[in-house]
């Protein structure tokens, strides 16, 4: 079960080339918020709003970057975005049905951290002085609930998938400014023969 739940849950973490709304203001700009219900969430908390927003498309609400941030897969350098629905049964035209009913951050402390991390920073050299890192529960609207872990390295920041039974690696993502796309695009390049790459 595991399993199926990782594979649907990475096609749709990684790409979203069909939604429609690829980018942040696409979606606003079609009014297709209109008939979202009064329960689903409208706001990110902190930090993850200083890197994303909630969008509403085809397929309902969705994370994504906001501008000026772009979400990548460390595995492709794939856009990364977050479909409610697709969390737990993958992508469909649902619409206003697919929504976030709740979104929660709780910062992670001594032992937690830096199990985290080392799962993170698998193959990747950091240049980082601090780091914070946030895992992040999110309950969709069918009832479903999805966790993924948040690393705010200051100037960038990066995404885990985090089930029960452990984190996933393969389901990383770097949330860089946009300016710093290159980057992203090396480092996954880099991951994927395996040596290290080098992140600012």
């Known amino acids: 079960m595991t399993g199926r739940k990782y594979s649907i849950f ?19 700009d079609r009014e297709e918020c209109d008939g979202t219900p009064l329960d689903a969430v ?10 994303g927003q909630i969008d ?17 897969s460390l595995k492709d350098a794939s856009k990364v975005v977050l479909p409610a629905e697709a969390l737990s049964t993958g992508p469909a035209e649902l619409g206003d049905l ?5 979104i929660e951050a709780h910062e992670l402390h001594q032992d937690e951290l ?17 780091s914070r890192v946030y895992r992040v529960d999110i ?5 479903g609930v999805a ?5 705010d390295f200051g100037a960038f920041a990066g995404g885990m998938w985090c089930p029960e039974n452990g984190c996933v690696e393969e389901s990383r993502f770097l949330i860089m400014k946009q300016e710093s796309k290159g980057q992203i695009i090396t480092a ?6 395996r040596p290290s790459a080098l992140i600012p």
């Open 139 to 143: 309950t969709i609207a069918s009832g």
């Open 10 to 28: 990475l096609s749709t973490l990684l790409v979203i080339a069909g939604l429609g709304a690829t980018s942040p203001g696409a979606a606003h």
């Open 114 to 130: 830096a199990s985290a991390l080392s799962v993170f920073h698998d193959g990747l050299e950091f240049k980082e002085s601090d």
């Open 42 to 51: 409208a706001m990110l908390p902190s930090p993850l709003r200083k890197w």
């Open 188 to 193: 996954s390049i880099i991951n994927n023969g």
């Open 147 to 151: 966790s993924l872990l948040f690393f």
């Open 56 to 72: 509403c498309t085809s397929v309902g609400q969705v994370l994504a970057s906001h501008d000026g941030w772009i979400w990548a």
């Open 98 to 102: 697919s929504y976030f009913t709740k």
